[in-house]
Structure formats: C-alpha cells, structure tokens
C-alpha cells in the first residue's frame, strides 16, 4: 500500500513539475507579444510613462492611424500578392519535385537534394546583392515578382524537403494499383497521392507563408515606394523626425501577424499532423 501512495505522489510531482516548466515555456512566448499589443493600445504620453502603466483605459487610436494611411493599404495588397503568388509557386514546384526526388531514382539524386537544403541554410544576404543585380538585368527590380522569387528561392527547400517526408511514407502500392485500373501516373499523382498528402500540403503553405509575410530583407531592397509590403512599411515608423512611433509600430506589428495567426489556427489541426509526420523521415 505504502508503494503505491509512493509511486502516485511520485507521479503527482513529475506531472506538476512538467506543467510548471511547460506554464514558464508559454508565458516566455506570450509575453513579448502581450507587451507589443499592450503598447498598441496606449497613447504616447502613455508609452514614456515612469513608472510604466500596467492598468490603463485602452485606445485605439494607434490601429485608426495606422488603417487610415494611404500607404498601408496598398502594402497590404501588396503582401498578400507576393506572399499568395511565393506559396503557390512554391507548392507547384517543390511538390513535383519532392515526388521526382523520391519516386524516380537518378544519377545524382542525393547530391541534388542535398544542394537543394544547403541553398537553404545560406544566409539571404549572401545571394541578394547577386539576386539585385539579376533581377536590375532582366528588368525585373522594383517588382512585386522579383521579390516572389527570392522568397520561393527559401522556401522552395523546405517544401521538397518536407513534402519527400510524406511521398517516402506513402505505399508505392496504391499508385500501382491505380496503373492497373488504368490510370496515368498524372492521373494517380493527382487523383491519389495529392489527397493523400494533404497535410503536409497544409504544413508547407503555412511554413512558406510565415516566411514570404514576415520577409523584410528582399523586399526591402528589391521593392520602391508602390510595390514595398508591411514589413518594410512598418519601417517608417522609425523614421520621424519626433523619434520611434511606438504606438503606429506596435498596432501596425499587430495588424501584420494578426492574419498568420488566423491562418495557423485555422490550419492547426493539419499543420500539426504534417509536422510530426513528415518531417520525421524527411
């Protein structure tokens, strides 16, 4: 009796240290973006204030500045049609690729994938002085379209990196049975692998969009005034002459990781299921 009161208590004080260390982990990540929308709802004279206010009435005068300028609008369409046009191009080529990688072995496959992931560990501001001067050549700089193409250059690894995870979990088997019932291989690719692989799918799109949203080094010096995105707008906030605006950076920061937030949310399940998946045999 004594060891078993012993054990329970034992695992009593195992699941309280876990929950203890896991409650420290989470407010680690919540606290810097509790702080930056905290700040987005403060005035100025509210921000420098000593000491700081941890209770105060909440405004929103900081989210209608920030909504009302001309310029964000237009870097928020802006943001979406890089980032919408570097996840599809992304997801159309490395899909294909990832497969080609693991269904159809070729002389050089592995010396190709693993070039393919070191393209990706570089830093991006080794290649963007190259990149500018490609892109000045072909006509292409100040675009929205040079700017989607650096950013699938980065997330064009992952996605075959994590997507050969999944075709590698996937039984040959059930493309062979769909030969037979005289299917193509387009056909078996598109009819049965794709569903199939839905969540890694959903996995990569949410990877591929964090990374071409929250891209500010491209598109900072591959874009102008017309075609500059959020993060390079929010920019601007540093650049009064009266100092930081804090509050137009803090809600103009919010505004901007407030559609990823949805979107991962919306996808968790599947985003989820992908990671721990995939990702393992990859």
């Known amino acids: 009796?004594?060891?078993?009161?012993?054990?329970?208590?034992?695992?009593?004080?195992?699941?309280?240290?876990?929950?203890?260390?896991?409650?420290?982990?989470?407010?680690?990540?919540?606290?810097?973006?509790?702080?930056?929308?905290?700040?987005?709802?403060?005035?100025?004279?509210?921000i420098f204030a000593t000491p700081p206010l941890y209770l105060w009435w909440?405004?929103?005068?900081?989210?209608?500045?920030?909504?009302?300028?001309?310029?964000?609008?237009?870097?928020?369409?802006?943001?979406?049609?890089?980032?919408?046009?570097?996840?599809?191009?992304?997801?159309?080529v490395g899909v294909p690729a990832a497969y080609a990688f693991e269904r159809f072995p070729f002389t050089g496959r592995t010396f190709l994938f693993?070039?393919?992931?070191?393209?990706?560990?570089?830093?991006?501001?080794?290649?963007?002085?190259?990149?500018y001067v490609l892109f000045s050549k072909l006509g292409?700089?100040?675009?929205?379209?040079?700017?989607?193409?650096?950013d699938t250059t980065f997330a064009l690894p992952l996605v075959v990196?994590?997507?050969?995870?999944?075709?590698?979990?996937?039984?040959?088997?059930?493309?062979?049975?769909?030969?037979?019932?005289?299917?193509?291989?387009?056909?078996?690719?598109?009819?049965?692998?794709?569903?199939?692989?839905r969540p890694g799918l959903v996995a990569a799109s949410i990877l591929c969009l964090q990374l071409a949203w929250n891209d500010f080094l491209f598109a900072a010096v591959l874009t102008n005034n017309a075609t500059q995105t959020l993060p390079v707008m929010m920019a601007a906030f540093n650049a009064g002459d009266s100092g930081v605006d804090w509050g137009g950076l803090t809600a103009s920061g919010v505004l901007v990781i407030l559609p990823v937030i949805i979107f991962s949310f919306i996808a968790q399940k599947h985003l989820v299921a992908g990671l721990s998946s995939g990702a393992i045999k990859g």
């Open 1 to 46: 009796m004594a060891q078993v009161v012993g054990s329970n208590r034992k695992r009593r004080l195992e699941a309280a240290l876990v929950y203890a260390v896991l409650t420290v982990l989470v407010l680690a990540f919540v606290f810097p973006l509790i702080w930056v929308l905290g700040l987005s709802l403060k005035t100025r004279l509210q």
């Open 58 to 92: 909440p405004t929103h005068e900081n989210y209608a500045d920030v909504l009302t300028r001309a310029d964000f609008a237009q870097a928020f369409i802006n943001t979406l049609i890089v980032s919408t046009s570097a996840v599809v191009l992304s997801l159309c």
């Open 114 to 131: 693993v070039a393919l992931l070191v393209m990706r560990m570089l830093p991006p501001i080794a290649v963007l002085v190259p990149m």
């Open 140 to 150: 292409l700089a100040t675009t929205r379209f040079s700017v989607v193409l650096a």
């Open 161 to 197: 990196w994590l997507m050969r995870g999944f075709f590698e979990d996937l039984p040959a088997e059930l493309e062979e049975s769909a030969w037979i019932d005289g299917a193509s291989r387009y056909r078996a690719f598109w009819h049965i692998v794709l569903p199939l692989v």
